[in-house]
C-alpha cells in the first residue's frame, strides 16, 4: 500500500506560518503531479495547490499570495508554505499524488488549527 506522510501541522495565531511536507515513495513521486487539500469540518475537501513534475504550480483563490508549493524531488518530498495564515485556513491538509495513469495516492492527513 502507497504511503503518502504529511507532517507539520499544529496551532498557530491569525498571521502565522507553518510549513508542511509530504515525502511519497521515490516509485510515485518523481512521476506524479504533486497537490495540497484541505478539508475543513462540515465542508468538502477542496485543492489548495498543485504542482507539476516540471514544477508547474497552480492555487486556489484564496491562498494565492499567501501560500507557496515546491517540492525537492532529491528528497521525495514536497512542502507547503503558509504564511499570513487566516483562521478560515482551519482543516485538515492532505497530500495527494497523482501518477500519469491517473491512480490517486493520498496521505493521512495533518491538522492546522489557526486561532483569531
Known amino acids: 500500500q502507497v504511503q503518502l506522510v504529511e507532517s507539520g501541522g499544529g496551532l498557530v495565531q491569525a498571521g502565522g506560518s507553518l510549513r508542511l511536507s509530504c515525502v511519497a515513495p521515490?516509485?510515485?513521486?518523481?512521476?506524479?503531479?504533486m497537490g495540497w487539500y484541505r478539508q475543513a469540518p462540515g465542508k468538502q475537501r477542496e485543492v489548495v495547490a498543485t504542482?507539476?513534475?516540471?514544477?508547474?504550480?497552480n492555487y486556489v483563490d484564496s491562498v494565492k499570495g499567501r501560500f507557496t508549493i515546491s517540492r525537492d524531488n532529491a528528497k521525495n518530498t514536497m512542502y507547503l508554505e503558509m504564511n499570513s495564515l487566516k483562521p478560515e485556513d482551519t482543516a485538515v491538509y492532505y497530500c495527494?499524488?497523482?501518477?500519469?495513469?491517473?491512480?490517486?495516492?493520498w496521505g493521512q492527513g495533518t491538522q492546522v488549527t489557526v486561532s483569531s
Open positions: 495527494n499524488a497523482r501518477d500519469g495513469f491517473s491512480r490517486v495516492y
Open positions: 521515490r516509485s510515485i513521486f518523481g512521476f506524479s503531479t
Open positions: 504542482i507539476t513534475t516540471a514544477g508547474t504550480t
